[in-house]
């Protein structure tokens, strides 16, 4: 499976963007899918997942109430919403996908890095004040 990124930006505080991640290859609906963020000098830090259409839906305490992710299957794409933007969310993000089969280790631990065996290369998010 082979994951891209693209949505990235500059925007003003306050404003939105929606990131999107294209996945290619492989069962669509099988892959739970996940964004994260890395900012300079910072390790890579969890945003939002989903799976299952919306089943299973985990966000970082960060994106809850300002990000939305969602799934398109006709698309085979996942979108984050992202409202209310901050200086601080200002990272380069990247979307990640896991093949979820029973006993995954995503589903104890869907926010970890560690969970998400294919990644795409990123897309840069920058927010002004």
């Known amino acids: 499976v082979q994951l891209q990124a693209s949505g990235g930006g500059l925007v003003q505080a306050g404003g939105s963007l929606t990131l999107s991640c294209a996945v290619s290859g492989g069962s669509f609906r099988m892959y739970a899918v996940g964004w994260f963020r890395q900012a300079p000098g910072k390790e890579r830090e969890f945003v939002a997942t989903v799976y299952e259409g919306g089943r299973y839906l985990y966000y970082a305490d960060s994106a809850k109430g300002r990000f939305t992710i969602s799934r398109d299957s006709a698309k085979r794409t996942v979108n984050l919403q992202m409202n209310s933007l901050k200086p601080e969310d200002t990272a380069v993000y990247y979307c990640?996908?896991?093949?979820?089969?029973?006993?995954?280790?995503?589903?104890?631990?869907?926010?970890?890095?560690?969970?998400?065996?294919?990644w795409g290369q990123g897309t840069q998010v920058t927010v002004s004040s």
């Open positions: 990640a996908a896991e093949y979820l089969l029973p006993g995954s280790y995503w589903y104890q631990n869907p926010r970890s890095d560690r969970a998400f065996e294919y």
